[in-house]
Each structure stands twice: as structure tokens, then as C-alpha cells.
């Protein structure tokens, strides 16, 4: 599955199959062999994408900006110390990651910070990603429309009403667009998680796609299968080769077996869901015969007998006339003796 294919094939009127971009981010601390890890290790989970974090620390962050995470986890309290710890890969490394992208059959994602950065990733991927933290930077969102490709935006710690002007933005261009709900803090608490708020943005903005971008911890991933019941197509989560590493997004990332765990777990689920039509299914068809009711006669009824309401009841299996004929029924005679207990059938009256 392509994301671009997304915006083509969203039904909203049935839960579609997820697209899942394992967020790696700068999971990789630098180090391209283990970025390349990253990537083979989410192909491997069944990620259809994984996406990095392209930045610069200066022109992300003034020098004293204080942290915004669970400083318990992360003990880096200074926004430009930590960015300033992961900015190491450019346009030449990414172009390095998007080739291995390409060599392992997983698209190549990175949500950029900045101008440059979105000018050089421009060749390298077929969407954009724009952050919660970027929702009301309008000269920036400017920017990323005119690359004429769809979009995917966070709305974390955002009002309906700075949604709605993003949106419209947007939509000025015409750039396909995709809204994440999101929860802006590291990690989510499950009681924050608010997965309700998806319902709200599908029905406010239904002209475009839903999803989610996860920071909860991944326990058994019910959080990402409840999202996708409840509307989002693109998910998104924070990936990691080892959770049990210390700070940044590791503490609260999935990793390849949950991935597997995830995506087993949704083959079950839209096995129960199965049809999006309401019918009867080849199974049903010996109940539809043998649950259902027949007219049946409470007494024996001779032949040129004129049948009344008194005569008749309704019992299993549903062999005769069905019960909605009964007013069809009272007042016909019987052609032949029809005996006590016997369900009626259309050749017995005249």
C-alpha cells in the first residue's frame, strides 16, 4: 500500500485497513548504521512507511527554550541541548536513507522542520508531514503547499478553530490533506489519549483523511487498534530497535514485535468485521430455513373449509407461508384436508 493510494481509495463510510508510518525520528542518534537498522527492522514489523525528523537546532529553537516532555525520561530539560544532541543527518544522509528505503520496499518519510530541509526532501518523498508544533506556522505551511503534494498535519494541543484555519489554508492550495489526531505530550497517558477526538475532527472536516499520530506507551498497541475502529487510516507511532533504552522518543516507542503483534491482531479484527453490505451470509442459510416461522394449522382443517384466525398459528422452522401472509391467508378455504400441526403452504388453498 502507497500513501498517496490513501487519498485516492478513503471510504468513509466503512473502517478501512490502516496505513502505519513507524515514526523513527532521530531514534538513530546519528548513526546511519543504525538508522538503516531502523528501517529494516520496521519493513520487517510490516510498516508500509518510516519516517525520520529533519532539523537543525539553531533554526528550530532559540538556546534557552525550555523542555515540554516528561523530564523523568528525559532528563535533557533544554529544547535547543536535546534537538542540538540528534541534528547530525542532512540532505546527503537522508538521500542515503531514502535508497535504502527504496531497497527494502518501505516508503521514506521525514517531517521537516525548516525551509531548506523541505526544499532537499521535496525528491525524496511523495508526502509531507507537518508537526502539531507548526499548526499556526502559516508562512511555513505556505511553503510546504507549494510542493502541489499531499499532506498529512498533527493537531495536537490544538483548538477546533486553529484546525479549521489551518484547513483552509491548505485547501486554498488544493494539497490533499490528512488530519492526525494527537495528544502533544511524551509520553500519553491513556486516560489522555482521547481517541474520541477523532470522531470529532472526521465529522468538522470531512473532506479530510482521519489519523493518528501515537506518543502512548505501546502495551499491547490497543490504543493504535482502537483509533483504527474508530475512523483513522494513517497511524503513526514512534519506533525504536530497543525500548528499553534511556530519553528521547525510545521509552515510549514500538518496536518490530509490536508491530507483528499490531498487525496480527487487525488480521483477526477485520476477519470479524468482514462485510461493509448487510445480508444474509452462506452460513445463515440453514437458520433463515429453520428459525424462521410458518403459518401452521392448530387444528386439522378439512378440504373447502373457509380458514379463520382461530385456525392458524405460527411455529418453526419456516418450511410454509410465511407469517407476514397471514391476512392473505384468513378467509381462503382449504383445497385438500389439511391436518393438525401441519405448516401451510400456498398449494393447500385456493
Known sequence: MKITEIFKTYNPDIINRPYVIAEAGVNHGGSMELAKRLIDEAAEGGAHAIKFQTYKAETLTIRDSPSYWDTDQEKVKNQFELFKMYDKFWKKEYEELKIECDKTGIEFLSTPFDILSSDFLNDLMPVYKISSSDITNFPFIKHICGFGKPILLSTGASNLWEIQQAVELIGHYKNPLALLQCILNYPTLYENANLGMILDQKKKFP??????????????????????????????????????????????????????????????????????????????????????????????????EKISPEDITWKRPGLGISPKFLDDVIGRKALTDIEEDTALKWNMLN
Open 207 to 304: 473532506e479530510t483523511i482521519p489519523g493518528y499520530s501515537d506518543h502512548t506507551l505501546p502495551g499491547n498497541m490497543d490504543v493504535l487498534k482502537t483509533a483504527t475502529l474508530l475512523g483513522a487510516v494513517i497511524l503513526e507511532k514512534h519506533f525504536t530497535y530497543d525500548k528499553s533504552l534511556p530519553g528521547n522518543d525510545h521509552y515510549h516507542a514500538m518496536d518490530k514485535e509490536d508491530l507483528k503483534y499490531f498487525f496480527k491482531d487487525m488480521d483477526k479484527i477485520f476477519e470479524i468485521i468482514g462485510d461493509f453490505k448487510k445480508k444474509p451470509i452462506e452460513s445463515e442459510a440453514k437458520s433463515i430455513l429453520n428459525a424462521r416461522r410458518s403459518l401452521v394449522a392448530k387444528r386439522k382443517i378439512s378440504a373447502g
